[in-house]
């Protein structure tokens, strides 16, 4: 299996919904304790202009702009953007659509695309096609999409017989793609690999019933004392996790995958 589909309750303000209960500071210091954060530094051309595609509260915007890029965001959300533009009137946010880029060809150094592209049902072509035109040549592209592990595909077996079913109530919320999936889709689109991680593999272990109550159990112990250092304990948490090589493969929520785009395509 190269992608799996998952479903969800869903409706047409999923995104607004979505991003109620949640605020930019958060989004801010998940991008600083993130497992990706060494990465997205390392790739991440400090002369140049990146963009966030779909950019959401701003996790990489905010965080990036803080430490001295010059990054710019986009979101399809329009109240998002609003939220944004209010709260930090000095980041350049705009509503956009990924697969119809309002940017000139060879205008970005690097492409931030951060738990965005699985959501499109149609699949990751298009955008990809429109980061490979807005890139400069051999500019860098960051992506990050749920990792088909072997807890998604156990848990694919279990349910197969009720899918039908489950599909009928349910809406199409995402994709969880295998490694060689995406790696086939980005040199397809004229990109050559640089870099593959797994990681959250905490987050992964959520999906399981008992190993998930006690991830939930120690983060609510975690959580009693001030919240912003708490908030910071946990992230720090989540980043160790990975050290365990054979749980990451496992359950290992998502994954990343640095590209270059190719001079000739």
Not at 32 to 52: F, Q
Not at 137 to 166: A, D, M
Request: aromatic share 14%.
């Amino acid at each position: 299996m190269l992608r799996q589909k998952q479903y969800k309750r869903v409706n047409s303000n999923l995104w607004k919904e979505y991003w109620q209960d949640k605020n930019c500071d958060d989004e801010f210091l998940k991008a600083k304790y993130h497992e990706i954060e060494p990465l997205v530094k390392k790739y991440t051309d400090k002369n140049g202009i990146i963009l966030e595609g779909g950019c959401g509260l701003g996790r990489w915007v905010t965080y990036l702009h803080k430490e001295g890029y010059n990054i710019l965001g986009i979101d399809s959300c329009k109240d998002i953007v609003k939220k944004l533009n209010y709260k930090f009137p000095n980041l350049s946010v705009s509503y956009g659509d990924i697969k119809n880029l309002n940017f000139k060809n060879e205008y970005f150094s690097t492409y931030i695309s951060d738990g965005v592209m699985e959501h499109l049902e149609e699949g990751i072509d298009k955008p990809l096609k429109e980061a490979y035109r807005v890139l400069k040549p051999e500019g860098i592209l960051i992506i990050t999409v749920p990792y088909l592990n072997l807890l998604r595909l156990f848990k694919e077996l279990i349910h197969k017989s009720n899918s039908k079913k489950i599909r009928k109530d349910y809406e199409f919320y995402q994709y969880a793609y295998s490694k060689k999936e995406i790696i086939k889709k980005l040199n397809e689109n004229g990109f050559e690999i640089l870099n593959v991680k797994k990681y959250g593999a905490y987050r992964g272990l959520k999906e399981l019933f008992l190993l998930g109550h006690m991830a939930s159990n120690l983060e609510k112990k975690i959580g009693k004392n001030k919240e912003k250092k708490n908030k910071k304990l946990k992230f720090v948490l989540r980043r160790i996790m990975p050290m365990f090589r054979l749980l990451n493969w496992f359950s290992a929520h998502m994954f990343v995958v640095i590209a270059k785009k190719k001079k000739r395509f």
